[in-house]
Structure formats: structure tokens, C-alpha cells
């Protein structure tokens, strides 16, 4: 790649990694080992969880929740249209149907006054995501949750570290979850993590990681002799385990986390410093009661009346600068997928559609210097003075 290449996102691995990563491939253990022992660990710690389970990625995690939490066929899950699709993919895998509600404008996650319209006697769960890494309404959709009985589930996948009102990311609800992909807060490759306080939820969930074996020292469901063996299944199991290997890449990440979310507030610091003045542009904002935010990726918007068809040119004139951009993220139930699966129209949820046609996501990592944020903040000026322009012929 040209140095003068600016991605989207990047990974960021030191010595720590290679040595860690070293060490497994040397042990002859390459699943089920100390390294995902100590990885959960220090995930758990963040948390202040009783446990965290390690699994093959973030959308496995939220899979395995699902199934734990009983949750199926004619049952409902509120969700927000305004995320990575996993996140209700995952209310799909197990046969249940997605309940989308609008978003709140400013934080960009699902408006809880909406949540509390959309409760029927079908509701089984609140699946909630942290867009961006913003933590905005997890206190607020907790309790709803208490209030109604139901399980909160948080896809915590971009909020790795992000503290709010006292509260972690991802020990909001019965169960959260994170997801280690390269162009997440930490990676292992390809990851994930389930972290909750239930006992119960959290066996469950070792078991279907490790295709419905009983948890080892635990014995199973029936107490048959034949408990804890290795050939010895409980129920319909999936293979969601994490490798060795890439748990090495996690406790390396895990000791550096705090040093990882620094540098990415420092470039989210700068972005908001070079963008201010730019009338065109909304930017994120920070609550007083988040005091750790914790950055996924950086994503501005255009002012209300910018289209989607400009928001595209400029996306298309950043990269072709050689600037890393994305337009995270469309409306989930507008994918032809969801089309199919519910078929919920064009209009059905105003503001995450208005929203998600003007957003757009800058380069963003853990290492991008002040000058490649320059860089970024004149070109994306110049192709909005550029759209200007264009309007006025
Ligand atoms: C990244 C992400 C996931 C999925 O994580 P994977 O590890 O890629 O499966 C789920 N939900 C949200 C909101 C995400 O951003």
C-alpha cells in the first residue's frame, strides 16, 4: 500500500502480540488453553463481571445468548434499525422476529420512549447497541427492562471500555457481548466475548461454544455417568470456540487497552478540533456522564438537507484521495434481506433513515497521526465546498 494511503481502519499490534502469539505456537496448545483462561479473565475484570466466555466472534456471542435466554419462534426482540447487522441477525438465527424502533437523533441509539411503545406480550428481550461506542440510554433501557421483566441484551461489540454513569459497557444488561474484528477497539483476528453475573446464562453459554458438552467439574443436565466426557453431548452445540492463538492477541490487547482508547480519544479530540468550523458538518458529542468513551470508529454527518446521492460523492472523492471512508450505516430493515424477512417500508423509521443517508465514517485508529487527520478534516472541507458548488449550477 502507498504511504500515502489513509485507511478506514487498522489494527495495532506491538511486540506484545508477536511474543504472546510466539509463546502458544511453541506450547503445542493451540485450543482450549491458559491464554483463553486468562483473556476471559481480564475481560471479566474490565467488566467487573463474574464471567466472560470467549467465542469465535461477536455475532457467535449474541447467537449463543439468544438460544440461552430461550428465546425463539413467535417471540419478539426490540432492536434498533441503526447498527451493524449482526446485531439483529442474530434475532433472526434463533427464529424470532426483530422489533425495530426509531433512533434518538443525537446519540444515534434507539429512542427508549420507543422501546416502552413497541412492549406486546411477545416481547421476550431488549437487544441494545452501543452505536459508535456511545453508551447514551443504557441506564435508561436497563430499566425498562427490570420495570417489564425482560432480559436486556447489549451488543457492547463497539463499546469496549466506554464507562457511563458509573456503569461498564457490557454489564448493563443480563448478558453483553464484544466482538475482537481488525477494526474494532481490540482484535484477536476474529473474535468475541460474552461477559454476565448469571451462573446459569453463562454455562449455557460455555456449552454451546464447545458444541453442548457440559461444562468440565459441572456435570450435565440428565447427571448421567457419562457427564463432562468428551463425546458426551448435551444439547444441539455449536463450534464457537476461540483458538489459542488468537486469545494470545487478546491478553496482549487487554494489557494495552487502556493505551489503545487514549490514542483514539486523542484522534476523535483532534477530528472535533479540525471539523468545528465546518457549518456543513454534525459532529459527535460526548455526554458529561460518559467518562470513559471509548471510540469505535468516527462518524460524522451531513447537515439535514445534504442527500445521499451527495453524501456518496464525497465519500467517493475522499477515497479517491486515497482516503479510507464508509458510509456506516444503512438502515438494517432496508437491507434486501430484511426486505424479505418483514418487508418494512421505506418511511417506516424517519429519523434513522434521514440519519444513516448523511452519515459518514473517516479514517479512525489507534496511530493516525495529526497529519493524516489534517489531511482528512481539508480534503472532506474541500469536497463539501465542492458539493456546494455543484448545487448552484
Ligand atoms: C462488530 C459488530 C458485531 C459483530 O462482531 P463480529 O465479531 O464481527 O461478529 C455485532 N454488533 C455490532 C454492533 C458490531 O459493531
Same mark, same amino acid.
Given at each position: 500500500?502507498?504511504?500515502?494511503?489513509?485507511?478506514?481502519?487498522?489494527p495495532?499490534?506491538?511486540?506484545? %502480540? %508477536?511474543?504472546?502469539?510466539?509463546?502458544?505456537?511453541?506450547?503445542?496448545?493451540?485450543?482450549?488453553?491458559?491464554?483463553?483462561?486468562?483473556f476471559?479473565?481480564?475481560v471479566?475484570?474490565?467488566? +467487573?463481571?463474574?464471567? =466472560?466466555?470467549a467465542c469465535s466472534s461477536g455475532? #457467535?456471542g449474541?447467537?449463543?445468548?439468544?438460544?440461552?435466554?430461550?428465546?425463539?419462534?413467535?417471540?419478539?426482540?426490540?432492536?434498533?434499525?441503526?447498527?451493524?447487522?449482526?446485531?439483529?441477525?442474530?434475532?433472526?438465527?434463533? !427464529?424470532?422476529?426483530?422489533?425495530? /424502533?426509531?433512533?434518538?437523533?443525537?446519540?444515534?441509539? $434507539?429512542?427508549?420512549?420507543?422501546?416502552?411503545?413497541?412492549?406486546?406480550?411477545?416481547?421476550?428481550?431488549?437487544?441494545?447497541?452501543?452505536?459508535? @461506542?456511545?453508551?447514551?440510554?443504557?441506564?435508561?433501557?436497563?430499566?425498562?427492562? =427490570?420495570?417489564?421483566?425482560?432480559?436486556?441484551? &447489549?451488543?457492547?461489540c463497539?463499546?469496549l @471500555?466506554?464507562?457511563?454513569?458509573?456503569?461498564? $459497557? @457490557?454489564?448493563?444488561?443480563? =448478558?453483553?457481548?464484544f466482538g475482537f474484528y481488525p477494526n474494532k477497539q481490540i482484535t484477536t483476528g476474529e473474535g468475541g466475548m460474552?461477559?454476565?453475573?448469571?451462573?446459569?446464562? $453463562?454455562?449455557?453459554?460455555?456449552?454451546?461454544?464447545?458444541? +453442548?458438552?457440559?461444562?468440565? +467439574?459441572?456435570?450435565?443436565?440428565?447427571?448421567?455417568?457419562?457427564?463432562?466426557?468428551?463425546?458426551?453431548?448435551?444439547?444441539?452445540?455449536?463450534?464457537?470456540?476461540m483458538?489459542?492463538?488468537s486469545a494470545?492477541i487478546g491478553?496482549?490487547q487487554m494489557?494495552?487497552?487502556?493505551?489503545?482508547?487514549?490514542?483514539?480519544?486523542?484522534?476523535?479530540?483532534?477530528?472535533?478540533?479540525?471539523?468545528?468550523?465546518?457549518?456543513?458538518?454534525?459532529?459527535?458529542?460526548? &455526554?458529561? #456522564?460518559?467518562?470513559?468513551?471509548?471510540?469505535? /470508529?468516527?462518524? /460524522?454527518?451531513?447537515? #439535514? !438537507?445534504?442527500?445521499?446521492?451527495?453524501?456518496?460523492?464525497?465519500?467517493?472523492?475522499?477515497?479517491?484521495?486515497?482516503?479510507?471512508?464508509?458510509?456506516?450505516?444503512?438502515?438494517?430493515?432496508?437491507?434486501?434481506?430484511?426486505?424479505?424477512?418483514? @418487508?418494512?417500508?421505506?418511511?417506516?423509521?424517519?429519523?434513522?433513515?434521514?440519519?444513516?443517508?448523511?452519515?459518514?465514517?473517516?479514517?479512525?485508529? $489507534?496511530?493516525?497521526?495529526?497529519? &493524516? /487527520?489534517?489531511?482528512?478534516?481539508?480534503?472532506?472541507?474541500?469536497?463539501?465546498?465542492?458539493?456546494?458548488?455543484?448545487?448552484?449550477?
Open positions: 500500500m502507498p504511504s500515502h494511503d489513509i485507511p478506514l481502519s487498522k495495532n499490534i506491538s511486540t506484545l %502480540e %508477536e511474543q504472546l502469539v510466539l509463546e502458544v505456537l511453541r506450547s503445542g496448545r493451540l485450543s482450549i488453553g491458559p491464554m483463553q483462561e486468562q476471559e479473565e481480564l471479566a475484570q474490565r467488566c +467487573g463481571t463474574s464471567h =466472560a466466555i455475532t #457467535a449474541l447467537h449463543m445468548i439468544l438460544i440461552a435466554l430461550g428465546i425463539g419462534p413467535g417471540d419478539e426482540v426490540i432492536t434498533t434499525p441503526f447498527s451493524f447487522i449482526a446485531s439483529s441477525n442474530a434475532i433472526l438465527y434463533v !427464529g424470532a422476529k426483530p422489533v425495530f /424502533v426509531d433512533i434518538c437523533p443525537t446519540s444515534l441509539n $434507539a429512542n427508549p420512549e420507543l422501546i416502552e411503545q413497541a412492549l406486546t406480550p411477545r416481547t421476550k428481550a431488549i437487544l441494545a447497541v452501543e452505536a459508535f @461506542g456511545n453508551p447514551r440510554h443504557m441506564d435508561a433501557y436497563a430499566r425498562i427492562a =427490570a420495570k417489564y421483566e425482560i432480559p436486556l441484551i &447489549e451488543d457492547s463497539e463499546a @471500555g466506554t464507562v457511563y454513569n458509573g456503569q461498564r $459497557a @457490557g454489564a448493563f444488561g443480563r =448478558a453483553g457481548v460474552i461477559v454476565t453475573n448469571d451462573d446459569r446464562l $453463562a454455562d449455557t453459554c460455555r456449552s454451546l461454544r464447545n458444541q +453442548g458438552r457440559a461444562v468440565s +467439574g459441572k456435570g450435565s443436565v440428565d447427571g448421567s455417568s457419562n457427564a463432562g466426557s468428551w463425546l458426551h453431548h448435551d444439547r444441539l452445540g455449536f463450534n464457537y470456540r483458538s489459542e492463538i494470545a491478553v496482549a494489557q494495552r487497552l487502556d493505551e489503545l482508547i487514549e490514542a483514539r480519544n486523542d484522534a476523535a479530540d483532534l477530528y472535533i478540533e479540525r471539523l468545528l468550523d465546518i457549518p456543513e458538518l454534525i459532529l459527535p458529542t460526548v &455526554e458529561d #456522564a460518559c467518562t470513559t468513551m471509548s471510540w469505535f /470508529v468516527f462518524v /460524522v454527518r451531513l447537515a #439535514a !438537507g445534504y442527500t445521499r446521492y451527495e453524501r456518496d460523492r464525497v465519500i467517493a472523492g475522499l477515497r479517491m484521495h486515497d482516503i479510507g471512508a464508509g458510509d456506516y450505516f444503512p438502515c438494517i430493515h432496508l437491507q434486501p434481506i430484511y426486505q424479505r424477512a418483514l @418487508g418494512l417500508a421505506q418511511g417506516s423509521f424517519p429519523i434513522a433513515e434521514s440519519v444513516s443517508q448523511r452519515t459518514l465514517a473517516l479514517p479512525f485508529f $489507534a496511530g493516525i497521526t495529526d497529519r &493524516e /487527520v489534517d489531511i482528512v478534516a481539508q480534503t472532506l472541507e474541500l469536497m463539501i465546498s465542492r458539493e456546494n458548488l455543484s448545487r448552484r449550477d
